[in-house]
C-alpha cells in the first residue's frame, strides 16, 4: 500500500464469495500506516495504545465469487450479455455495504486486490507467458489497463480464452465473472489504480508477528 492511502478497500474475490474491508487510514500519520495495517491483527481497539490506529469501517461478504456468479447467469448465450449482466448484478449487491453510499475523494483512495482474477488479469497485461509472482507481485494497473484485458478476453470468446496460456485451462470458465466484479468495483469508486496483491494469510501472518516483534525491516513497504 502507499504512504499516501488515506482510505483503503481490500478486495478478495473467491470462488463462492467476495470479500471487501475498508479501512481508514486518515488519522494515522504517512510513515506509520503500513505499519498501523499491520497492527490490525492485535484487534480493532487500541484504547491506551502508543501507536496511530487504522480503522476497519465496515466489511462485507458478498455472496458472489467467480463461479457462483457464473452459475447464476449460466443460460444466457451471449458472451458479451452475460459479462454485462455479471457486472451490473454484482453491483446491485453492493448496495448496503457503507462506504459505498457516501461520495469518496479521489486523492488518498486506493484499491488492492488479491485473488486469482486479478493476478490473471495483472499476467495478461504485463504478456507474460508464463506466471511469474515477482512481477506481478505490487504491480499497479490503471482502469484503462484493466478494462484493455477484459475486452482482449471477450475478443477471444471462450474457445480462445480455453486456448490462452495466460488464461489456464482451470481458470478460463470463471475469468469472465470475476474480471465482471473486477469492472463493477472500479466503477464504483473513484480511482483509477488497482493495485495486485499476490501474497495471502500466510504471508499476513508471518509479517504481523515480525511486526509485533519488531524485527520487520521497511522493505516490503
Known amino acids: ?6 482510505q483503503l478497500l481490500v478486495v478478495d474475490i473467491g470462488g463462492g464469495s467476495t470479500e471487501l474491508v475498508w479501512i481508514d ?7 506509520e500506516r503500513p505499519r498501523a495495517i499491520m497492527r ?3 484487534g480493532f481497539h487500541t484504547v491506551g495504545s502508543p501507536f496511530p490506529a ?5 466489511w462485507i461478504s458478498v455472496p458472489l465469487g467467480v463461479a457462483t456468479l457464473r452459475d ?5 448465450d451471449d458472451d458479451a450479455a452475460r459479462f454485462a449482466l455479471m457486472s451490473w448484478f454484482f453491483e446491485e449487491n453492493l448496495a448496503e455495504f457503507a462506504p459505498y453510499k457516501n461520495e469518496q475523494a479521489r486523492e488518498g483512495f486506493q484499491i488492492i486486490g488479491t485473488s486469482g482474477t486479478v493476478t490473471t488479469v495483472a499476467a495478461s497485461h504485463l504478456g507474460l507467458k508464463r506466471y511469474d509472482r515477482t512481477k506481478v507481485d505490487g504491480l499497479r494497473m ?10 482482449s478476453y471477450l475478443s477471444l470468446g471462450p474457445i480462445g480464452r480455453q486456448r490462452d496460456p495466460r488464461i489456464g485451462q482451470d481458470r478460463h470458465a470463471l475469468i469472465m465473472s470475476g474480471a465482471a466484479i473486477l469492472q463493477a468495483l472500479l466503477r464504483l469508486w473513484p480511482t483509477d489504480r488497482l493495485s495486485v496483491a499476490d501474497r495471502g494469510l500466510r504471508e499476513g501472518l508471518l509479517y504481523a508477528q515480525m511486526s509485533a516483534d519488531g524485527v520487520l525491516e521497511d522493505a516490503p513497504y
Open 1 to 6: 500500500m502507499s504512504t499516501r492511502t488515506e
Open 25 to 31: 487510514l486518515s488519522s494515522v500519520p504517512n510513515r
Open 40 to 42: 490490525l491483527h492485535a
Open 54 to 58: 487504522a480503522k476497519v469501517v465496515d
Open 72 to 76: 447464476q447467469f449460466d443460460d444466457v
Open 142 to 151: 490503471s482502469s484503462d489497463q484493466i478494462n484493455a484485458v477484459i475486452n
